[in-house]
């Protein structure tokens, strides 16, 4: 049984205030791609993985029509990679078949004949909100849609144990007060990669 709008406002609420807050107004009606990354979760369960799927679900620009589309769980204890997030590997494998490393505006010659507009892009489905990690994969990708399911606070429920929630107050931290003890040492010859990068014909990304 599909949950419904009031059955994912109630949950939210459940949350408390600054919950609410952090999700006021982008509540969407399930479809078929963010139930499919659910159930892509619970088959990751299943397998001896972690709670979490994903499905990456390329678009034409021009008709809105789906193109092709590929599924990622987490496989981070099957691989031993603790980057190995349901979002990190459906990332992974859509570049590798698609030949792109950006996949806002993808080009004829990448993906197939199928489409029918001049390019297409890719909207990311996932069970659950992704970590900083793998939203910043995300925006490195330039994915412009997400959505997403279980929040951060969800997961990090004692019963379930997740550090989600915990990684985004890390970040929000000085370094100072962050849990890893960073350091900066300046070196005279690190910016002379970026002095070699602006001379070389590499492609930007």
Same mark, same amino acid.
């Given at each position: 049984?599909?949950?419904?709008?009031? =059955?994912?406002?109630?949950?939210?609420?459940?949350?408390?205030?600054?919950?609410?807050?952090?999700?006021?107004?982008?509540?969407?009606?399930?479809?078929?791609?963010?139930?499919?990354?659910?159930?892509? /979760?619970?088959?990751?369960?299943?397998?001896?993985?972690? %709670?979490?799927? /994903?499905?990456?679900?390329?678009? =034409? =620009?021009?008709?809105?029509?789906?193109?092709?589309?590929?599924?990622?769980?987490?496989?981070?204890? $099957? &691989?031993?990679? %603790?980057?190995?997030?349901?979002?990190?590997?459906?990332?992974? &494998? /859509?570049?590798?078949?698609? #030949?792109?490393?950006?996949?806002?505006?993808?080009?004829?010659?990448?993906?197939?004949?199928?489409?029918? #507009?001049?390019?297409?892009?890719? $909207?990311?489905?996932?069970?659950? $909100?992704?970590?900083?990690?793998?939203?910043?994969?995300?925006?490195?990708?330039?994915?412009?849609?997400?959505?997403?399911? /279980?929040?951060?606070?969800?997961?990090?429920?004692?019963?379930?144990?997740?550090?989600?929630?915990?990684?985004?107050?890390?970040? #929000?931290? $000085?370094?100072?007060?962050?849990?890893?003890?960073?350091?900066? &040492?300046?070196?005279?010859?690190?910016?002379?990669?970026?002095? =070699?990068?602006?001379?070389?014909?590499?492609?930007?990304?």
């Amino acid at each position: 049984m599909r949950p419904t709008k009031a =059955d994912t406002q109630r949950r939210i609420e459940s949350d408390g205030p600054q919950r609410i807050h952090t999700y006021a107004g982008i509540q969407v009606e399930p479809n078929r791609w963010i139930i499919e990354a659910c159930e892509e /979760a619970k088959r990751s369960v299943k397998a001896g993985g972690g %709670p979490f799927g /994903a499905v990456l679900v390329q678009m =034409d =620009d021009e008709t809105g029509d789906v193109i092709r589309f590929w599924r990622g769980r987490n496989q981070v204890a $099957e &691989s031993n990679d %603790p980057t190995a997030h349901a979002e990190i590997t459906v990332i992974r &494998s /859509a570049c590798r078949d698609l #030949g792109v490393y950006d996949l806002s505006k993808i080009k004829p010659e990448n993906g197939g004949s199928s489409r029918r #507009g001049a390019t297409s892009h890719c $909207e990311l489905y996932s069970s659950c $909100e992704p970590c900083p990690m793998c939203y910043s994969a995300m925006l490195w990708a330039r994915i412009p849609v997400l959505v997403f399911s /279980a929040t951060r606070y969800e997961a990090s429920q004692p019963d379930v144990g997740f550090s989600d929630s915990g990684i985004h107050e890390e970040l #929000g931290r $000085e370094y100072t007060d962050r849990s890893i003890r960073v350091r900066q &040492s300046i070196c005279p010859c690190a910016l002379e990669p970026f002095e =070699d990068w602006k001379r070389s014909s590499n492609p930007r990304y």
